[in-house]
């Protein structure tokens, strides 16, 4: 059960987002910064996502009637632009995913600084609009990262894991979104096979690898909850599993009563219900500690 449910859209049971982290060749480039470069199997599998799996994943998206979330680090955008335009030209949201992919935990505060706001230049150029969402490169956001957002007016983050739906933070007495993503609907875990980055996950067949991210549908599905998968165009943009998503998608779509919208929107009816006092959101008070816990 979901103690505090949210009444979704026009009498949907379950809200519903899947969004692509579209990290292309970044990956190689931020763990391997020396000889990168030159290392051109995984400069090729990172490609695969912007050149041929998000345009299988958009086609499906505009067969459907689909409008979805796409969170691109600011130089994939640059290196792809050709990705962000058919992106953008379908009508999806694009959310802000760091500059190269870096984590904010390995940086210093000021270095992430430079790093979104290098990104965030980029976003504002190339799509002529400001990012509403943020999801940490490997989910590490850090308290700066917060107040980062907060700062450049962010509706929400996407990168803790604090609830079963969106919810709200307060710090510094402002207030910012969360909407809670979780290993169980990622698709690094099945599917993710990449020594150079220190993965090396036994790859699963595409309808077992999916079905994690299945189950936690259902789950969701029957508490009135909220479920997004968080997935990545070079892993499940491949042939054979999106073929195995295309098949639950039209399933999903047919059978069940759902709302599938970007993340920004579903964020956006949450503040409208708050708003009119139709909703009262959980809100987590950060930061959750200022100094270490242990020694």
């Known amino acids: 059960m979901i103690q505090n449910p949210i009444p979704w859209p026009n009498g949907a049971r379950c809200a519903c987002a899947i969004t692509f982290d579209v990290d292309a060749d970044s990956l190689i480039h931020i763990a391997r910064p020396k000889d990168s470069w030159n ?6 599998m990172g490609r695969y996502g912007p050149t041929v799996g998000v345009p299988r994943i958009l086609e499906t998206y505009r067969r459907l009637g689909l409008k979805q979330s796409f969170f691109i680090p600011g130089w994939t955008m640059e290196r792809y632009p050709e990705a962000v335009e058919a992106i953008l030209t379908g009508g999806h949201e694009i959310g802000h995913h760091g500059y190269l992919h870096e984590d904010p935990t390995e940086i210093s505060p000021e270095a992430q600084r430079s790093a979104f706001e290098k990104a965030l230049a ?3 150029r ?14 590490n956001a850090t308290q700066a990262t917060i107040d980062l957002l907060i700062e450049h007016g962010f509706s929400y983050d996407s990168s803790l894991m604090a609830d079963d739906i969106p919810y709200r933070m307060r710090s510094g007495g ?5 909407v809670p993503p979780h290993w169980g609907s990622d698709d ?17 067949p595409p309808e077992q690898g999916l ?3 299945f189950a936690e549908f259902e789950a969701q599905y029957e508490a009135g909850g909220f479920w997004m998968g968080i997935w990545h165009p070079f892993l499940t943009g491949r042939l054979a599993r999106w073929a195995v998503v295309e098949r639950w998608l039209e399933q999903v779509l047919a059978t069940r009563k759902v709302w599938f919208a970007p993340l920004e929107e579903i964020v956006a009816h949450v503040e409208r219900l708050v708003a009119a006092g139709e909703y009262q959101v959980r809100t987590e008070e950060l930061p959750y500690f200022t100094q270490p816990v242990a020694g």
Do not use: C, D, N
Not at 127 to 133: D, E, H, I, N, V
Not at 174 to 178: A, G, P, S, T, V
């Open 211 to 213: 079905a994690a991210s």
């Open 188 to 204: 690094w875990p099945p599917f993710a096979h990449y020594a150079e980055i220190g993965y090396m996950m036994p790859v699963q």
């Open 174 to 178: 402002k207030h910012l979104y969360e």
């Open 126 to 139: 190339m799509t002529g609009l400001t990012p509403r969402g943020y999801r940490a490169p490997v989910y």
């Open 122 to 124: 980029i976003h504002r």
């Open 39 to 44: 290392r051109l199997y995984p400069i090729t």
